[in-house]
T-cell receptor, first 118, second 116 residues
Framework: AQTVTQSQPEMSVQEAETVTLSCTYD???????LFWYKQPPSRQMILVIR??????QNATENRFSVNFQKAAKSFSLKISDSQLGDAAMYFC???????????????FGTGTRLQVFP | GAGVSQSPSNKVTEKGKDVELRCDPI?????LYWYRQSLGQGLEFLIY????????KSGLPSDRFSAERTGGSVSTLTIQRTQQEDSAVYLC??????????????FGPGTRLTVL
């Protein structure tokens, strides 16, 4: 079974600085997706960034980028130029992309609470 | 509406009572998911519906939990004989298609269930 581990329960960063959130996962599959989701106090999960395992290039979305190390099964999120609105819980998640394609569940880590200080 | 909606937003019940939680997916989305988020934990998959296919119920924690999806749209998650450990936020998500295609899962705001 696949597992996702986030070893940093809390992180903090000063506004305009850069912070990196860590995520490791375990799987025997070769084809899968990895995600970072943001959950603000409103509880609504928001997709931040997605990485496809067969793509070697790290995904980037504006101030958000990932460092995907497939062999090490590591998937960290870097937030550049941190803003007060980035404060939230961040969850790393895994989705299979392998036969028999009969499920579509996301497997989540336990989250990292990010605080942003002015 | 434009997004996934869930009702009620909050539910307080007494131990042993049954509860029903409702999810309205985004119109046209064929896949629907339920997740549970206990305090301080990540989201735990409960059940997945895709069109008319048999649902993936592998995440339901006990036979007190059941879910149905009527007409391929609205879904209801039912918890019978609630226990205090059922207290959690229950999140629903929908996507355009599931499984063999990648489509983003869009989440609702969740229902916070408190069992006294």
């Amino acid at each position: 079974a696949q597992t996702v581990t986030q070893s940093q329960p809390e992180m903090s960063v000063q506004e305009a600085e850069t912070v990196t959130l860590s995520c490791t996962y375990d799987t025997s599959e070769s084809d899968y997706y990895l995600f970072w989701y943001k959950q603000p106090p409103s509880r609504q999960m928001i997709l931040v960034i997605r990485q496809e395992a067969y793509k070697q290039q790290n995904a980037t979305e504006n101030r958000f980028s990932v460092n995907f190390q497939k062999a090490a099964k590591s998937f960290s999120l870097k937030i550049s130029d941190s803003q007060l609105g980035d404060a939230a819980m961040y969850f790393c998640a895994y989705r299979t992309n392998s036969f028999p394609y009969n499920t579509d569940k996301l497997i989540f880590g336990t989250g990292t609470r990010l605080q942003v200080f002015p | 509406g434009a997004g996934v909606s869930q009702s009620p937003s909050n539910k307080v019940t007494e131990k042993g009572k049954d509860v029903e939680l409702r999810c309205d997916p985004i119109s046209g989305h064929t896949a629907l998911y339920w997740y549970r988020q206990s305090l301080g934990q990540g989201l735990e998959f409960l059940i997945y519906f895709q069109g008319n296919s048999a649902p993936d119920k592998s995440g339901l924690p006990s036979d007190r939990f059941s879910a149905e999806r009527t007409g391929g749209s609205v879904s209801t998650l039912t918890i019978q004989r609630t226990q205090q450990e059922d207290s959690a936020v229950y999140l629903c998500a929908s996507s355009l298609q599931g499984a063999s295609f990648y489509n983003e899962q869009f989440f609702g705001p969740g229902t916070r269930l408190t069992v006294l």
